[in-house]
């Protein structure tokens, strides 16, 4: 009898931010990066991706995705990419075993939400890309481990693969040409450093002005002091922050986000034409961040920056008092601020998908 039943399976998966940043791409098509880098995975109660993935016989036409209630591209070669990669994953299972539903020759659906912006510049494509491989992975019973997963996502968007586990993540570079070697491994889960909480300042909403996959092309071909940004910088602070994680030591944690976030954009900025991610908004979140640390007589709070405006700030649960209130009178009153909101003021790191 023909087989014509749905087969359904959904997951949620985490945004992340990273504290050592990646930014360059060493092959473009595998996505492989010129840097390691390592990053936070934030709470899904607050900001997470819910994506269910269907195949069936019955379905006609080729794959789709429904984003947020609309239909959306699937025909790029990045996702394209990893339906290819899950779909062999899934043809080797059903070759070793007759008896399992050929899936794999089905068109799949995806439908994805996320419960925050999604052009609001905060890590969607991670949370969206590893939600995506994980849900198709369920749905196919694929063994794999969330680190082999993650040489799937890494394709979908480089920063995806961190999203495959919770906690303190690690996105190793790799040295092997066809990229088998590029995947994200687990410093150390949230429950190894409980205190630790994210602010999101969301200084603007709309969509970023130069895209993370054009900005780190355009700083590679560029900028002289990427160079040494690879060489020298990441290997340094890569070390720094896990030494950092492994003793939970909140200051060396925040000197190495605060540097490798400077270091990120003075690279940005050196890039001919120069790219311009922070405004005089996230500029004063730095400056706030600075006074907090001076006031408190010790570095309690820590600022970050992705490819846009908007500001993640780490402190412990022990300063929430003393970093949330020091925030509290800047965005009731600074002009900047308007347009600007808290996320969820204070999100805290669970254990993601993986956990
Ligand atoms: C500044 O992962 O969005 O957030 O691989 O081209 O999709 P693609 O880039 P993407 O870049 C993220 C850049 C970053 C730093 C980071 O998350 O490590």
Excluded at 140 to 154: F, G, K, W
Excluded at 277 to 292: G, H, T
């Amino acid at each position: 009898m023909a087989d014509t039943k749905v087969y359904r399976a959904s997951t949620t998966a985490p945004v992340n931010i990273a504290v050592v940043k990646y930014w360059g791409k060493r092959d473009a098509k595998l996505n492989l990066p010129t840097n390691s880098s390592l990053s936070v995975t934030l709470s899904q109660s607050d900001l997470r991706t819910l994506t269910t993935a269907s195949c069936s016989s019955t379905y006609t036409g080729d794959d789709s995705l429904l984003l947020n209630g609309e239909p959306s591209d699937v025909s790029g070669a990045r996702t394209q990419a990893c339906f290819r990669e899950l779909r062999a994953r899934r043809a080797a299972l059903e070759a070793a075993n007759a008896e399992l539903p050929k899936l794999s020759t089905f068109p799949l659906k995806i439908v994805s939400e996320n419960n925050f912006p999604t052009a609001a510049g905060l890590a969607s494509s991670a949370a969206g890309f590893a939600a995506l491989v994980q849900a198709i992975a369920n749905l196919y019973e694929l063994p794999d481990s969330p680190s082999e997963l993650s040489l799937i996502a890494r394709q979908g968007s480089g920063s995806a693969c961190r999203s495959l586990f919770g906690g303190y993540v690690a996105w190793r570079m790799g040295e092997k040409e066809d990229g088998s070697d590029s995947k994200a491994d687990l410093v150390a889960p949230a429950s190894h450093w409980p205190s630790m909480r994210a602010l999101i300042l969301v200084v603007s909403a709309s969509k970023k002005g130069v895209s993370s996959t054009s900005g780190m092309q355009q700083t590679v071909a560029t900028s002289g002091l990427f160079q040494q940004r690879i060489s020298t910088i990441v290997p340094a602070n890569m070390a720094l922050m896990e030494d950092a994680i492994k003793n939970r030591n909140f200051p060396q944690f925040a000197e190495v986000t605060m540097r490798d976030s400077n270091s990120f954009h003075a690279t940005c900025a050196d890039t001919y034409p120069p790219i311009f991610y922070m405004n005089d908004v996230s500029k004063a979140a730095i400056r706030a961040v600075e006074a907090i640390n001076a006031q408190a007589g010790k570095t309690v709070a820590a600022y970050t920056f992705d490819a846009g405006p908007n500001c993640v700030v780490y402190y412990q649960e022990e300063d929430a008092a003393t970093v949330l209130g020091a925030f509290a009178p800047l965005l009731a009153t600074a002009e900047g601020w308007k347009d600007g909101s808290v996320v969820n003021a204070s999100v805290k790191l669970d254990e993601g998908i993986a956990g």
